[in-house]
């Protein structure tokens, strides 16, 4: 793909519309410096890859590029734009690309937008068609880690880069989850402590030298047997150790410190006890409370109804006399007992269901009642130990004031707390279950009033609200409680000499988070194997382009631009240095050189500034030559800064031959007198040539100029038609 | 060679390393969508497991 014509507006150093074509071959560009020629490479560089080389490569100053795109002369209406037409034989298409706000851009391939362009691909990694003089710097006289970068950009190995730098940040920024990392310092945190007693010192050693978990574990029990004086079983010694220490703790102060949080089966059950008790009260409950007041009626039925069954019995044993006084019962009396029986029966099968109802109201009450006590008893239990502390305090202060005055200060606090807590909600379970006795004595006595039932709803939510603030009272003094433990621990340690005893309960009892340990450095030490796998991979295929077919190509083309005035110091290839294990270095390319068949440390140390610069040349020759790169174009910008003399002659016949093997080039200098000899020694292919003139707010003003001079294109003419061996295009191309 | 073809053969030769199975977890992780998080991720499952095994 060879590029026909550029039109530039509104884009870097270009203002207004302007358009550029290009000879199929060789154009050749010459301006001053500050004339805006920079800024065509940069408009043709933007369009093919959104950005320039020169504001990617700035990260440090993004700021001072920003915004950089545009051209500040451009009307703000107006959209800056970049257009070139690109061919192939016949084939053709048009490039455009629009800049946005925010150095954003839209594409558009012959007139239709598109997100990317049709070269556009995973496998665009191909050499980029730029050798631009700022970029040589980046390549040679950077240190080697970015040279590696450069290399890798300008080899088309970006994304084996991008894989490597993936892999290194994985390795090297790689955060934990919590979880890890809170073992991780648990781990470390106890053999940290072990480490300070002189006798477990080694113990710690073991550990951080990386020993196995039975090593460090065999270290352990031996250090065990010590403390305990007898054989004892591995099993054992455990337990033993525990008892050893609680013994020789309980003789300096006996009590502990325990605040247990409630456990999640507590929590779920308060909470449904809570929404039971503050709801037990309810407008149906208040009615069948007050429906029972009729059974003191119920009852009266039923003992009437017992007396009619009794006396119709009765009547069926001695008919016709009373059994009780032996007087006449006559016909009428009979019916008249009968009559009273049925009715008093029919009466029993009515309040029945009342009864029934008198019993559902009993049974909950009673099953409030063991609610309430169960609920009640949840919270002694948690806080008994913790609270029976309160007589101890101090005796605790005298042991704990001295070296942790504020853990002793924090659980004093917290007993007084939650004892006053405690004493509210005893408070309100007293009132709240003396209600539920009212209740169930009226039930009872057949007194109910709605006065009774009422005030046990209100003593229920009351008992409600103080069993939830003791919940918050208790979770509150948790990390109190824990904080002045764990002091009480240690300086009960100190005061009965069980310090090494407690690292070692501790040792004995986290062995599986020890093994936990291991793995997780095991593992997190395959990570940085695997970092290292890649580097290697990375490194080797990087070495075989570089020292294979990139040395040999650049040495061709420097081969050619050495001069006879050249002294024996020349580069002579490129390489991946070498650890002193064997191993390749990562992210690291060195340039090789020698002096009279000797190696010097570096062509970067060794070389002349002219001399690197040539062979900064050579090397983006050499890898766009080498590269499958779809573009048959290379734009070359002010090639020749620091050359002399000869080396920028050398470096015309390099140009003249690159067309001869095909490129299309775009050539653009400073240097009018390079530029013309490049034209005289390259008239024949005819070319383009444009001069910069000038510059003002518009942008760089670029005038066409004739390749020769009439009577020397004439003269050319004239000598192709006379050469035998010259063929018809020749004389196409001169007469063009 | 772009980064998904590294990564494959990168694999191939793990897979002939029977001694790694994490790396190969690892790269195999990072082949779906070639980003360091999916990378992040698998090590972070990795390591869980281990922290949450049952004594």
Redesign the interface.
């Given at each position: 793909m060879r590029i026909r014509s550029l039109s530039v507006e509104g884009f870097r150093g270009f203002n207004e519309h302007r358009e550029i074509h290009f000879d199929d071959r060789l154009t050749v560009f010459y301006a001053p410096n500050s004339y805006g020629k920079t800024s065509i490479t940069e408009a043709l560089e933007w369009l093919l890859y959104g950005y320039t080389s020169k504001v990617k490569s700035a990260e440090y100053s993004k700021e001072e590029y920003k915004d950089s795109y545009r051209n500040v002369h451009f009307p703000d209406d107006s959209v800056p734009c970049v257009t070139a037409v690109f061919g192939n034989g016949t084939e053709e298409m048009t490039l455009r690309s629009e800049l946005l706000a925010d150095d954003r851009y839209k594409h558009y391939l012959d007139g239709k937008e598109v997100a990317v362009w049709p070269f556009e691909s995973d496998d665009l990694s191909a050499s980029k068609p730029f050798i631009l003089q700022h970029a040589l710097k980046n390549l040679l006289l950077v240190k080697p880690s970015d040279r590696y970068q450069a290399f890798a950009l300008l080899l088309g190995l970006d994304d084996l880069g991008r894989v490597q730098d993936d892999f290194v940040s994985f390795a090297t920024r790689y955060r934990q989850p919590a979880e890890v990392e809170r073992l991780c310092a648990e781990v470390d945190g106890m053999f940290a402590t072990a480490e300070g007693k002189v006798m477990l010192a080694n113990v710690s050693k073991l550990y951080k030298s990386g020993k196995s978990v039975d090593d460090v574990y065999a270290a352990v029990l031996a250090a065990c047997a010590t403390h305990l004086k007898t054989d004892v079983e591995q099993g054992d010694v455990l337990p033993r150790l525990i008892s050893l220490r609680n013994e020789k703790a309980e003789a300096v102060f006996a009590k502990p410190i325990k605040l247990d949080a409630y456990s999640d089966q507590q929590t779920k059950q308060h909470k449904v006890d809570i929404e039971y008790f503050t709801a037990f009260v309810t407008e149906e409950l208040l009615g069948q409370y007050l429906e029972l007041a009729a059974l003191a009626t119920v009852n009266h039925i039923h003992e009437r109804a017992r007396f009619f069954d009794l006396g119709v019995e009765l009547l069926g044993k001695s008919a016709g006399s009373c059994p009780l006084c032996g007087r006449p019962v006559d016909d009428t009396l009979a019916e008249h007992i009968r009559t009273c029986h049925k009715e008093a029966s029919e009466d029993r099968k009515e309040s029945a269901q009342l009864d029934q109802r008198r019993t559902q109201v009993q049974q909950s009450l009673s099953s409030l009642k063991q609610r309430l006590d169960a609920n009640h008893l949840v919270h002694v239990s948690l806080t008994r130990d913790f609270l029976a502390l309160k007589p101890s305090l101090e005796q605790l202060r005298g042991i704990l004031a001295e070296v942790h005055a504020s853990e002793f200060q924090g659980v004093e606090d917290a007993v007084n707390h939650v004892d006053q807590a405690k004493g509210q909600l005893d408070k309100a379970y007293q009132t709240a279950t003396e209600a539920v006795d009212a209740v169930m004595v009226s039930v009872e006595q057949s007194k109910e009033e709605s006065s009774v039932l009422k005030q046990l709803g209100e003593d229920l939510v009351g008992y409600a609200s103080q069993a939830k603030s003791f919940t918050v009272a208790v979770a509150a003094s948790i990390p109190a409680a824990t904080s002045a433990a764990n002091a009480l621990r240690q300086e009960l340690d100190v005061r009965a000499g069980t310090e090494d005893v407690a690292v070692l309960i501790q040792l004995l009892e986290n062995r599986k988070k020890v093994e936990k340990k291991k793995e997780i450095d095991r593992i997190l030490a395959e990570v940085k194997d695997l970092r290292r796998t890649v580097d290697q991979l990375v490194s080797t295929r990087i070495l075989e382009v570089i020292a294979g077919e990139l040395t040999s190509g650049v040495l061709g083309w420097y081969d050619q631009i050495k001069t006879s005035c050249d002294h024996e110091v020349h580069f002579c290839g490129f390489d991946v240095p070498r650890t002193k294990t064997g191993e390749l270095k990562a992210r690291c390319i060195s340039i090789n050189a020698v002096s009279y068949g000797k190696s010097l440390p570096s062509a970067v140390s060794s070389l002349s500034e002219s001399k690197l610069n040539a062979l900064g040349l050579c090397l983006c020759i050499g890898s766009n030559m080498n590269a499958d790169c779809p573009f048959g174009f290379l734009i070359i910008d002010d090639p020749i800064q620091s050359l002399d003399v000869e080396h920028e002659a050398q470096f015309v016949e390099i140009l003249r031959e690159l067309v001869e093997q095909g490129k299309q080039l775009v050539v653009l200098s400073h240097n009018k007198g390079w530029v013309e000899r490049l034209v005289r020694h390259c008239s024949s292919l005819n070319g383009a040539y444009y001069e910069i003139t000038g510059y003002d707010k518009t942008g760089p003003h670029v005038k066409w100029q004739p390749w020769e001079k009439t009577q020397a294109r004439l003269d050319t003419i004239d000598a192709i038609v006379k050469d035998n061996d010259a063929d018809s295009a020749q004389l196409a191309r001169a007469e063009a | 060679?772009?980064?998904?073809e590294?990564?494959s053969?990168?694999i191939k030769?793990l897979e002939r390393d029977a001694g790694?199975p994490?790396?190969k977890r690892?790269?195999c992780a990072?082949l779906k969508d070639?980003?360091?998080k999916a990378?992040?991720d698998e090590?972070?499952k990795?390591?869980?497991e281990?922290?949450?095994?049952a004594?």
């Open positions: - | 060679m772009t980064g998904k590294l990564c053969e990168f030769q790694k994490l790396h690892i790269l990072y070639i980003s360091v990378m992040e090590l972070s990795a390591l869980l281990v922290v949450n095994r004594d």
